[in-house]
């Protein structure tokens, strides 16, 4: 496993693919998802120019940033949280990716001591197994969300199914961009809505295609 080398490959395919979608290089930020690999390794991808680091899971987010934190990187939760460890981790947190309930929002409201960038992450694909909020209870819920003092929702966030085509993914990102868009124009105070989080590995040239302006990517650093 090179990671350096692999590094540059990954950076120079997502410039390729904001060139072939006619946008700019500088519209996408990569994080680089290290759930796959210890601190050691991760530090090699620091070393090597990644500035935005990402985990799924609490406990592995906190060994990283226990071992990294005096890099200079910018910290993503990209996972699931449980209410009871928001306490333990939202200090940390820059970007929080996988919003999914009202619950969560007022807990991280509640223990927040400065403003948390959230992306509400909705279940376009409508697989049961995914987390997220359907698109027919967002009219519901923004409003609550909005109350929030400590949560900005910044952008969506979606996972696109496993093995389906591409053509079918690239829907799913199409209709995340246009329901981003819907959410902006009711202009919410707490929701500038300006930020997409989609596409992994296997499909973010997609997501690049459809307007995302974040890219989680874990297994392209490390082969
Ligand atoms: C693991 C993971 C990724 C990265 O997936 P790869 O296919 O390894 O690029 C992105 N987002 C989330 C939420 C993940 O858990």
Not at 31 to 40: L, M, N, P, W
């Amino acid at each position: 496993m090179n990671v350096e080398q692999n590094k540059k490959t990954v950076f120079s395919e997502v410039a390729n693919a904001c060139q072939m979608a006619g946008r700019p290089e500088r519209a996408v930020d990569i994080i680089a998802v290290t759930k796959y690999v210890d601190s050691s390794i991760a530090s090699q991808l620091i070393e090597a120019g990644v500035t935005h680091i990402g985990e799924n899971r609490v406990d592995k987010f906190l060994d990283k940033y226990k071992a990294l934190h005096n890099h200079p990187v910018t910290w993503h939760l990209i996972g699931s949280l449980q209410r009871r460890k928001v306490k333990d981790i939202i200090p940390y947190v820059d970007y929080f990716h996988a919003l999914d309930s009202v619950k969560l929002a007022v807990e991280i409201d509640k223990r927040a001591n400065r403003v948390i960038k959230c992306f509400l992450q909705v279940n376009i694909s409508r697989e049961e197994s995914k987390h997220g909020f359907k698109v027919e209870d967002l009219a519901e819920v923004l409003p609550k969300l909005a109350e929030l003092t400590h949560v900005e929702i910044i952008g969506l966030m979606t996972m696109a199914p496993l093995n389906a085509p591409r053509e079918r993914i690239l829907a799913i990102f199409q209709e995340t961009e246009n329901l981003r868009q819907n959410i902006q124009e009711q202009a919410w105070k707490n929701m500038p809505m300006t930020e997409l989080s989609m596409g992994m590995s296997q499909d973010y040239d997609l997501a690049i295609q459809a307007g995302t302006s974040f890219v989680r990517i874990g297994s392209a650093f490390f082969k």
